[in-house]
């Protein structure tokens, strides 16, 4: 089951951040159980918790990096359509859904934590130390925890936790800003200029408030861009490069590669790498 289904437990010291940023085939839980993180998703900016947890879609750009110096522990799950099968046949295939693209974030109150923290341990007992009947008993957790959690947010809502710092904020603005006009001639410049910065200042800022260089971030979003014009349509390579911001096909070739692991064509030919 490790091909649809993997689960880490880690602790980290002091001032670490992700090395790159993650845009993957698989949907994402991450559960901070102490400490604390800001985690950039898509294009807006979080400050997380004890107990809160993130529902991050297939394919979205994000990145967690530091707040403080203090260590924090957190469990990731990461899983593909397979591994909730029944969840997305059913009647709350929409709930389901819209857990990960709408409404991200949620906090889990400290009366719930320990239902939640027990079902994600099991799932790391059993991946960890399993025999012929683990791949049913994750599945189990995991089915139990998708509908809880649908649950949770139906009678108690979720609560929002966007980071409210003046220049996070900003920066959720240029990430917007380079989210609609990615195809685009973007220059450090022109961002710049849109949020009334100089750019050596937006470039510093841009990074140390979404873990991005903003080269980085424009590239991820338009080889996410492009990853749903070659499954979508029957445009050319040349073509979806040309419209998603690259001048030098080849150029995306080796950016596509990079970020995805294999080529435009083998990614549009080959489902098992969406």
Same mark, same amino acid.
């Given at each position: 089951?490790?091909?649809?289904?993997?689960?880490?437990?880690?602790?980290?010291?002091?001032?670490?951040?992700?090395?790159?940023?993650?845009?993957?085939?698989?949907?994402?839980?991450?559960?901070?159980?102490?400490?604390?993180?800001?985690?950039?998703?898509?294009?807006?900016?979080?400050?997380?918790?004890?107990?809160?947890?993130?529902?991050?879609?297939?394919?979205? #750009?994000?990145?967690?990096? *530091?707040?403080?110096?203090?260590?924090? !522990?957190? $469990?990731?799950? &990461?899983?593909?359509?397979?591994? +909730?099968?029944?969840?997305?046949?059913?009647?709350?295939?929409?709930?389901?859904?819209?857990?990960?693209?709408?409404?991200?974030?949620?906090?889990?109150?400290?009366?719930?934590?320990?239902?939640?923290?027990?079902?994600?341990?099991?799932?790391?007992?059993?991946?960890?130390?399993?025999?012929?009947?683990?791949?049913?008993?994750?599945?189990?957790?995991?089915?139990?925890?998708? #509908?809880?959690?649908?649950? *949770?947010?139906?009678?108690?809502?979720? !609560?929002? $936790?966007?980071? &409210?710092?003046?220049?996070?904020? +900003?920066?959720?603005?240029?990430?917007?800003?380079?989210?609609?006009?990615?195809?685009?001639?973007?220059?450090?410049?022109?961002?710049?200029?849109?949020?009334?910065?100089?750019?050596?200042?937006?470039?510093?800022?841009?990074?140390?408030?979404?873990?991005?260089?903003?080269?980085?971030?424009?590239?991820?979003?338009?080889?996410?861009?492009?990853?749903?014009?070659?499954?979508?349509?029957?445009?050319?390579?040349?073509?979806?490069?040309?419209?998603?911001?690259?001048?030098?096909?080849?150029?995306?070739?080796?950016?596509?590669?990079?970020?995805?692991?294999?080529?435009?064509?083998?990614?549009?030919?080959?489902?098992?790498?969406?």
């Amino acid at each position: 089951m490790s091909k649809i289904f993997e689960i880490s437990k880690k602790r980290h010291e002091p001032y670490f951040n992700m090395k790159s940023a993650h845009l993957h085939p698989m949907y994402e839980i991450y559960y901070l159980m102490n400490g604390t993180r800001k985690i950039f998703l898509d294009d807006s900016i979080y400050i997380l918790g004890k107990g809160d947890m993130v529902f991050i879609p297939m394919n979205t #750009i994000h990145k967690t990096s *530091y707040i403080n110096d203090k260590s924090h !522990e957190r $469990i990731v799950i &990461t899983f593909s359509d397979k591994a +909730v099968p029944d969840i997305k046949s059913s009647s709350s295939q929409i709930s389901f859904k819209n857990i990960f693209r709408f409404d991200p974030v949620t906090h889990i109150s400290s009366t719930h934590r320990d239902h939640i923290e027990g079902l994600l341990n099991r799932m790391l007992s059993e991946y960890e130390q399993g025999d012929d009947y683990s791949d049913i008993n994750i599945k189990n957790c995991l089915q139990e925890l998708m #509908i809880f959690l649908i649950r *949770y947010k139906r009678r108690w809502g979720s !609560e929002q $936790i966007q980071s &409210t710092e003046m220049t996070d904020t +900003v920066m959720q603005e240029a990430a917007r800003y380079i989210r609609n006009n990615y195809m685009e001639d973007l220059s450090l410049e022109n961002i710049a200029a849109h949020v009334n910065m100089s750019p050596s200042y937006f470039s510093k800022k841009f990074k140390s408030s979404t873990g991005f260089g903003y080269i980085e971030y424009l590239i991820n979003v338009r080889i996410q861009e492009a990853s749903d014009m070659l499954l979508e349509t029957n445009e050319s390579v040349n073509a979806i490069a040309l419209k998603c911001g690259f001048n030098d096909s080849n150029y995306f070739g080796s950016a596509f590669k990079k970020i995805k692991g294999v080529s435009p064509l083998k990614y549009r030919k080959n489902s098992k790498y969406i």
